[in-house]
Each structure stands twice: as C-alpha cells, then as structure tokens.
C-alpha cells in the first residue's frame, strides 16, 4: 500500500484518474482518524507533510502497508502457481485504492455484492465486476443493463426460475439488452443458492432459453456451510465443492453455456479457498463451446487485511497441507488504538474505543501492546482481556500487580474480521510498517 504513495500504481481494470482524485479530497470533521489541526488540507498534502501515528487521534483504526503488500504477493503468487484466476470480494474494504492494489498484482477483476456497491465500482471505473448475488430490484436491473460497456462488464448470480423470470420480464423494457449470470448452488442450512443440482440445471435451462439472460457459469459460496477448520467442517465444504463441479459437469454435457462464453467457474471466500482450488481445479481443462476456455475463479476478500482472530485460525496458510507445503500466513494489518479514560475499579480500565469503532461479531479485540502515547514507545500487554464492548467504550481486564495502567496510556488492540472493521470508518490512515515505522504513508477512503 505504500507502494501505491510513492510509486503511482497505474492498475489495468480500473481509472486510475479518478482513484487518485482521491488525494484531492479536503480533510475535516467528517473523518473521525485525523485531529482538527489536519481540517482544510487535501488527504494527499497532509500524507506529504510527514505525519506519522503521533499526529493523529484516538479511537484509531490504522492499517500496516507493509503487512498488506506482503499478503497481496502471497496471494497472486500462489494463485499463479495454482492456475486460477482471483477476483477479491471488494465488500470487504469498499476501499477501491485497495482494489487497485489487488489489480495491479494480477486480480481478474473485483467482486462486490449488490447494486449499490456495483454503482460504486462503475463510478471508479472498474472494468470486470463479478456481482456475488441476484438482482431482483428491477430498478437495479435495468441500471445495469443501461450501464454494460465494452469497457465495464458484468456477471452476476441466479438461484431461481422467479429470478429468471422477473430478470426477463425486466429486460424485456431494454429492447437488445443482455446479461450475463451464473447458476448459484447452495446447500441446506446455508445462504442463497439452490439446494439441489436437479434444480440448478432446471435453472440453467430456463437461462438458455430466454432472451435476455446469458449463461456464463455456475458457482455459490461454501462459506456459509461451515464456521470451522475441523473435519467436519472440511467435509462439508468438499461435499459442497464437489456438488459445484457435478453441475458443470451436467451443464457442460448439456451444451446450457452460451455459445462463446468463457465459462466461470466460482467459489471460495477466505477460509476454504484451498479446497476449492483442489476440487474445482480441474474445472480449467474442461472444453467449452468453440474456443472458449473455462476459469476457475476463487473470491477471497479478507487477505489483503487479515487479522488476529477468526481469519488467523481458520486461514488456509495457518493451518493443514497449506501451511506444511512451506505457505507462510498471512499477517495482519489492521489494528485498532484506544486510550484510557477512565479507571473505575482495581484491575479494570475504561478505553474510548467501541463498537462503532471495532468489529466484534467475530470475536473480541485482543490487547496487544501499551504506551505512554501514540505512537511512542510501546510495550507487550500480556495477561490482559477485552471483557465487554459498549458503543463507544470496551472494557480492559488486567492484572495490576503486574501492570500499571495511567489515564491517558494508549492500548493496541488485534481484531477479528475486517469485514466488519471497514464499514466503521470512511478514512483510514495506512502505516508504513506497523512493527517498525509509524509513518503515515495513505489516507483509504472507503464508501459503504
């Protein structure tokens, strides 16, 4: 990331003009990481003065440019010798400075969500979107067949004959529209997505014989199926996966893809995308019609930050063949700095930091480091525990026979799940390193 700073990535697959437009926007009270003494300059002359942690202000979320560079190399390269395609799930950040990032080390293009985050992509001019949903808003459809370009294309999901239908009826209103989906599978107790290959291929025909609607793939997210690395959270995963390729197999011998489609295949968020790879893998040398190809295609959104929770434990590299076969983990970038302010009780300390400021659906902050001051020297915090999270305040367990706490002292917190970090703040300083170098080196702008 601070790559992006000093060397003016230019990505293919997005506009770079206006990504660094972003430099231009004026500082003030409505970015809660940068003090009052920052209000009135531009986000990119107040990177050029020289600031570093010291200079901003607490309840702080940064992110660690070198952690982030290291795990988008790690990505790539092991995509690359993998031979799939990655086209990162760009909710997770909503950040497109990090997309372009993504891009610019190989990224097939970005995933997002929904239509509102879709017009997002288009207005910073990202090239190839894959939507991770079904449109069934027909303002949202009709936008999106108006908004298709040579130089803006987009694929999203299916998962009923409803969908299909209301897709054609609202397509019907575009005279020659056409868009491109893909079947979704799922699986019982999971998320969207059809329950049965049966119905998936059902689907799969009413798409080939509509009008308006292009079978490109099939794909879902195996994710929703499992919260765990243990057996049988791996078995359930693979059952899925393997569900996921019988049905391109079937489409396949059907000839349902369209006729010239590069056919994509898709699965894989952050935990499991090292089974995709070994189950779907294979998918790549399958034929389509003509001379098209098929792609495999996994949509790991959570790398790039990590963190030190739920995606440490349950990351591929931290664990099994991944980690044996010499994968080192990712690291995590992202951490949350809070200050004391109050010490209502022995061994208990009141931060400024809560639940508007940190995720904590996938568990609590974890207690790193303490100061005297951001960005001063810092020392290992062992011992301690966040207990309990309020809005704006959480709770800091320690022992004070072993640590002396003053108001005041600053605490860095590890947290879990990016994913929910991000849509807490609309301006992030970025560090140049977070175990060495407090310099602000990027300002990301997020827009959820």
């Known amino acids: 990331m601070g790559s992006m700073a000093t060397d003016n990535i230019n990505a293919p697959g997005i506009d770079n003009t206006v990504v660094d437009a972003l430099d231009s926007i004026e500082l003030s009270w409505k970015f809660k990481a940068v003090p009052a003494a920052s209000h009135g300059q531009s986000a990119g002359a107040y990177v050029a003065s020289g600031v570093s942690l010291a200079d901003l202000q607490t309840p702080l979320l940064t992110l660690d440019s070198a952690a982030m560079s290291a795990n988008v190399e790690h990505m790539a390269h092991w995509c690359a010798d993998k031979g799939v395609l990655l086209a990162p799930h760009g909710k997770t950040t909503m950040a497109p400075q990090m997309w372009r990032e993504q891009l610019a080390r190989g990224a097939w293009g970005i995933t997002l969500a929904n239509a509102s985050q879709l017009r997002v992509g288009h207005a910073f001019g990202l090239q190839r979107v894959m939507v991770a949903n079904s449109l069934t808003d027909p303002q949202a459809i009709t936008w999106l067949a108006g908004a298709q370009s040579p130089t803006f294309s987009v694929v999203s999901w299916v998962d009923s004959l409803q969908t299909v239908q209301l897709q054609e009826a609202t397509l019907s209103n575009v005279p020659g529209s056409v868009i491109d989906v893909i079947v979704e599978l799922g699986g019982t107790g999971g998320r969207t997505g059809l329950r049965t290959v049966a119905q998936a291929v059902d689907v799969a025909r009413a798409v080939h014989a509509s009008t308006h609607l292009r079978l490109v ?16 959270a791996l078995t359930t995963v693979r059952g899925y996966l393997t569900r996921v390729k019988e049905l391109h197999d079937l489409l396949l011998s059907e000839n349902l893809y369209a006729d010239g489609a590069d056919v994509i295949v898709t699965a894989g968020g ?5 089974d995709v790879v070994d189950v779907l893998g294979g998918c790549s040398n399958d034929g389509a019609s003509g001379d098209a190809r098929v792609d495999v295609i996994i949509r790991s959104g959570a790398y790039m930050v990590h963190d030190d929770g739920f995606y440490r434990g349950i990351s591929p590299f931290a664990r099994g063949e991944q980690a044996e076969a010499g994968n080192a983990p990712f690291t995590s970038a992202m951490h949350a700095w809070a200050r ?25 902050p974890e207690p790193q480091l303490l100061g005297r001051s951001l960005g001063g020297e810092m020392l290992e915090l062992s011992g301690a525990s966040i207990s309990a999270v309020n809005d704006q305040h959480c709770f800091l367990r320690f022992d004070p026979a072993k640590t002396v706490l003053n108001i005041g002292d600053v605490v860095r917190l590890g947290l879990s799940h990016p994913c929910t970090a991000f849509d807490k703040w609309t301006l992030i300083p970025v560090l140049a390193d977070a175990g060495s170098d407090n310099r602000v080196v990027d300002l990301i702008h997020t827009f959820f």
Do not use: C, T, W
Request: hydrophobic letters at 40%.
């Open 217 to 232: 793939g099939v794909g879902g997210y195996e994710g929703s199926l499992a919260h765990s690395a243990d057996f049988g």
């Open 270 to 274: 952050s935990a499991y995308f090292d």
């Open 340 to 364: 004391v302010v109050s010490l209502p009780e022995a061994g208990l300390a009141i931060l400024d930091a809560g639940k508007r400021d940190m995720p904590v659906d996938e568990g609590l």
